[in-house]
């Protein structure tokens, strides 16, 4: 094939190195321009496709288009001034959207590559794709091999002459696709005489932005509730989406060491509810422009976790999502900001110190003061002392005269003498004044008693509640204490195993030089090397026997993998002037000095609200004036009362 080719215009174009082929034609380089790329067909181009090509080379958004996608900008024509290809833009450092899922293949490409890169270039394809939509045509074949990252987020779309082109009446046809990626609703379609329209892009865009936002994980693959294996594509027809609300009452889970879809707020997680729901096919799905709006919101109001200056999460969480997954999952999501080292910065001398400070009095008293004793109750008015001689006296009388005669030690007759005596005290005291200031005083008394306890019971309430309070938080910096000597003593443990797996060690560092993808395993589809690397399957040294278990791996593909995995540990040569390789040292590093910064972080916060209940208690205690007022008053009133007798 001739190296020269010409444009409609008469640019004369010369092609440089070759940088790729594909099923339809090969891609190289212009001499002399940096900024362009020329793609050749391998078969002769017919009429059709050069009618496509001639409509999206003159489209009015050409430049719209040109900011977002490798589109066509001119035709290129052989010697005998036949179409052969195109010319379209190059993009420079750019690899791959799926490159992003995997953590290991994204911490090389991206090292600077945090959660809020994943939100901004979900954005910025969400943006593309409106674009696209906003010029009249459909992309039909969006997927994870149809886009191209920078290192500065932005992205471009490629293979543009597979999408669905419309002119007027006339509609060329995207003839390709992708099943992880294809609307239910157009399984099993033939593509060749299929109308494709923004709904079925809009359900890959949404399955394209899950995959980024949830490290590569698609979302219809999850645990079936019942045993059976999961099958994705009927999971896609079925619309089993395994992280929604109704999940779990449709008979579907998200696979272990998954997020929740918690960990994006509520208006993203809308977006994907509608956008994978059974019914979304009638009911409609979120547009590109509603991605681009609720993204550039969770971008825009991201935090910043306080243990790892790497991590991003969304606003609507409390506490960051990827410092206990790392500690949990034994790996790394994100490049940490700093190399790690675990030194035990927190002085568990001082914080026992603290913590035997922490005493309340048990128990807590039940009342602010205690009731004055000794008062001297108000006495009788004068006439009265006469009644109340009189009353004690009969009642004295007439008692022992009954008690006497019942025994025998006096006549029996004196028994009825004895109890009339006993009947007159009972009248005597019945008598209407003395009974009315008893009434009186017993009534004071009642009063007394009700703003006595009342007093006692708003003093004691909040004190109980701020008791029990400062115990919690005094046994939760307890278990703190023990949970981080453990955790210190774990780390121990581990750093020092490290040295008896040296060799095993030094070889997994050098079988993750084989990278999973499709240049070393051409047998392997984009699609599965995706799905490999949502697993952290990301280099020869993530294959084990159970690789069978990533939806798509099967009995075949396994033996094949495990060979390749063979193959490639049969360069490694075993060195122990090495020691043990500092990715292996950094990892245990970097995950335990997480656990311990989250320990501590848990056992200040502890300390701190134990300390601060603890002086709350202590500020209670004390009684007031006003408590002093209400006991003398009650003790005043039963002794008043008591002095009647």
């Known amino acids: 094939m001739s190296a020269r080719f010409r444009t409609p215009a008469g640019r004369t174009v010369t092609l440089g190195p070759r940088l790729g082929s594909g099923g339809e034609g090969v891609v190289h380089g212009v001499a002399g321009a940096s900024d362009e790329i020329a793609k050749l067909y391998h078969e002769e181009v017919d009429a059709r496709k050069l009618s496509k090509l001639q409509v999206m080379v003159a489209d009015r958004s050409k430049d719209a288009l040109r900011a977002i996608a490798a589109w066509p900008q001119e035709l290129l024509l052989d010697e005998h001034r036949k179409p052969r290809g195109f010319l379209m833009p190059r993009v420079h450092d750019a690899s791959e959207i799926h490159e992003l899922f995997g953590t290991q293949r994204r911490m090389a490409l ?21 674009t696209v939509h906003s010029a009249g045509h459909v992309i039909g074949d969006l997927n994870q091999s149809g886009v191209l990252v920078a290192r500065d987020a932005t992205v471009r779309l490629i293979d543009c002459d597979s999408f669905q082109i419309t002119q007027g009446q006339t509609v060329y046809f995207s003839l390709v696709g992708v099943p992880d990626f294809t609307a239910p609703e157009l399984i099993g379609a033939d593509f060749s005489r299929t109308v494709r329209s923004v709904e079925h892009d809009r359900f890959a865009l949404a399955v394209l932005v899950f995959k980024l936002l ?46 929740k879809l918690l960990i994006v707020p509520e208006a993203v997680q809308q977006l994907f509810e509608r956008a994978f729901s059974p019914d979304a096919a009638t009911r409609g799905r979120p547009s590109a422009q509603d991605w681009v709006t609720a993204l550039e919101a969770l971008r825009r109001g991201l935090k910043h976790c306080q243990q790892e200056p790497a991590h991003r999460f969304a606003s609507s969480l409390n506490d960051c999502p990827w410092c206990p997954a790392e500690t949990q999952w034994t790996t790394l999501l994100f490049t940490p900001a700093r190399k790690a080292h675990v030194t035990q910065v927190l002085d568990l001398v001082a914080v026992r110190r603290r913590l035997a400070a922490l005493d309340l009095p048990d128990p807590l008293p039940s009342a602010p003061c205690p009731l004055p004793q000794g008062l001297v109750g108000a006495g009788l008015p004068q006439h009265m002392w006469v009644q109340r001689w009189l009353h004690r006296t009969l009642l004295t009388v007439g008692g022992g005269l009954t008690l006497c005669a019942a025994l025998g030690w006096l006549p029996r007759a004196l028994l009825f003498a004895g109890t009339a005596v006993v009947l007159v005290g009972v009248v005597l005291r019945m008598l209407p004044e003395l009974n009315a200031l008893r009434r009186q005083r017993q009534a004071v008394v009642d009063e007394a008693e009700a703003a006595w306890l009342s007093a006692c019971e708003a003093w004691q309430a909040p004190l109980a509640d701020l008791a029990q309070r400062f115990d919690a938080k005094r046994s939760a910096a307890a278990r703190a204490v023990r949970d981080y000597e453990q955790q210190l003593e774990r780390y121990k443990r581990e750093l020092a195993g490290l040295t008896q797996q040296v060799q095993e060690l030094q070889r997994a560092d050098f079988l993750r030089r084989f990278q999973v993808d499709i240049v070393s395993l051409p047998w392997l589809s984009t699609s599965l090397v995706a799905a490999l690397r949502s697993e952290g399957i990301e280099t020869a040294a993530d294959i084990t026997a159970d690789v069978d278990q990533v939806p798509g791996i099967g009995p075949k593909r396994k033996e094949q993998l495990l060979l390749w995995r063979s193959s490639c540990a049969a360069g490694f040569v075993f060195s122990a002037a090495k020691g043990v390789p500092a990715m292996a040292r950094d990892e245990v590093n970097h995950r335990h000095q997480l656990a311990l910064q989250n320990i501590e972080r848990k056992l200040t916060v502890a300390l701190q609200e134990a300390e601060g209940f603890q002086r709350s208690v202590q500020q209670r205690l004390p009684f007031t004036a006003e408590h002093e007022v209400l006991a003398r008053a009650y003790a005043q009133a039963r002794a008043d009362l008591d002095a009647l007798g």
């Open 110 to 130: 991206f090292p600077d590559g945090r959660w809020d890169l994943l939100v901004h270039v979900a954005r910025n394809v969400a943006a593309a794709v409106q």
């Open 214 to 259: 949830f490290f590569g994980r698609h979302p219809f693959v999850g645990r079936m509730l019942d045993g059976s294996p999961v099958d994705m594509i009927d999971s896609i027809k079925r619309g089993l989406f395994a992280y929604g609300s109704r999940a779990k009452a449709r008979g579907i889970a998200r696979p272990q060491n998954a997020f």
